[in-house]
């Protein structure tokens, strides 16, 4: 299989309650260190390529509580570092929440914990009541917050490959800093961004390794996707393109599509409706209105669900991977550890005999 590339596999690990389903009748767990170490120890014994956690501040309320419960991704992270030995470790971080020499050495710390496996994920925020409620977010930020996380972002990457920084900018001041030790990896960790709008997909072409982008169809998301890789071609550079999918997977079609109408059934549409309301801050209530009305629609957190039979997983992965030109896939699952343990049973083999190539230290186990 010369000149295939190959397909990387992650796990977005529930670093909130509940993961990333939306729904009354999902399965529920709280975001534990010892689940999460789970998660990661078998993500690492059933070869997949690294484990990603997200950053949340403030949750969404509704009858299940969603992602009220959180912990914080970079001390997570770092724990998980400590207890693996091959997965890639990626952490998220907003800049608003940390000062940048301050992240910057946190991080070197976590490349060295891994051992040179980190990288970032920078965020830079779309929920922006959480930053409102912590004091930290000034005044007009969501309007220039790509032009404030670049600034942070520079800075960070000076102090990991530069001795002594000043830097005097338009939101950071910093005079003769010197932070070392520098990362191990070099010049410095992979950064992903998960920007989608035309200011975000410019940001990850300048500055990111890999760019995670989603649709609400496989057709928008290879629309994406090929967006993404042609606006890095016009800085002169190359980034990977990564989706997002939720695995529901049964033995049959049918049973794997009644279980996620069983989840659509169970919608939370309180919840819902928070996130409606926070996002397009429609006072008079027509927006929560809308989404109770097509709850059933929106369960999965903007997560395009694969459900079905092994067969039928691996076939629709093996196409986005062929016709999306994604270089990796990002999975979530309803019940991690039994998902995780399916999917290396029953669907990894399929994608191999689709030549689908994976990672060489992917062992069947």
Partial sequence: MEGVKKLELGVFIPSTNNGWIMSKNSPKFMPTFELNKSIALLAEEIGFDHVFSAVKWRGFGGETEHSDYAVEPMTLMAGIAAITKRVKIIASIQPLTFNPVVAAKMMVTLDEISKGRFGLNLVSGQYFDEYKQMGVMPEGYPSYRYEFAQEWLDIVKKLWTEDHVTYKGKFHTIEDVSSKPKPI??????????????????????????????????????????????????????????????????DTDKEAKELEQYYRDGADVELLSNIMNIYSKDASGSASQMLAENAKKHVFYGFPPISGSPETIASILEEVHREGEFDGILFTFPEYLEGMRNFNEKV??????????????????
């Fill in 348 to 365: 990894r083999p399929l994608l191999l005999e689709k030549g689908v190539k994976l990672t060489e230290e992917h062992l069947l186990v």
């Fill in 185 to 250: 990896q070099k010049p410095f960790p992979s950064i992903v961004c998960a920007g989608m709008s035309e200011t975000g997909l410019n940001f990850t072409a300048k500055n990111g390794s890999h760019s995670f982008v989603s649709g609400r169809n496989f057709a928008e998301m290879k629309a994406m996707g090929l967006k993404a890789k042609e606006t890095a071609k016009k800085y002169g550079r190359t980034i990977k393109t990564n989706t997002v999918f939720i695995i529901i997977q049964a």
